[in-house]
């Protein structure tokens, strides 16, 4: 089993910036993708980035140039940092691990992230 949290969100004015951070824990393998997802009211669950145990990335083209993910493969912990943050980022932004040898997911109970305008 895998447990995953995240943290960091928050309500800021647009133009600046938060970070957000995700541990998981238990039963994970070497080779993973740790990830951020968002959605938004109304709206289906969208990628936002993620990050393979290998350092490849994958970001939406709406977040390119102002969200960055890192990730902590010894802590097992991913973040996102959001800079420029508009309006339209305002979202609940869910972590999640996925495992492609065992073709699972493991998602955290996500963190609001609010962005007035």
């Known amino acids: 089993q895998v447990q995953v949290v995240e943290s960091g969100g928050g309500l800021v004015q647009a133009g600046a910036s938060l970070r957000l951070s995700c541990a998981a824990s238990g039963s994970i393998f070497s080779s993973n993708v740790m990830g951020w997802y968002r959605q938004a009211p109304g709206k289906k669950r969208e990628l936002v980035a993620t990050?393979?145990?290998?350092?490849?990335?994958n970001y939406a083209d709406s977040v390119k140039g102002r969200f960055a993910i890192s990730r902590d493969n010894a802590k097992n912990t991913v973040y996102l940092q959001m800079n420029s943050l508009k309006p339209e980022d305002t979202a609940v932004y869910y972590c999640?691990?996925?495992?492609?040898?065992?073709?699972?997911?493991?998602w955290g109970q996500g963190t609001q992230v609010s962005v007035s305008s």
């Open positions: 999640n691990v996925r495992i492609p040898i065992l073709v699972r997911d493991y």
């Open positions: 990050m393979s145990t290998g350092g490849n990335t």
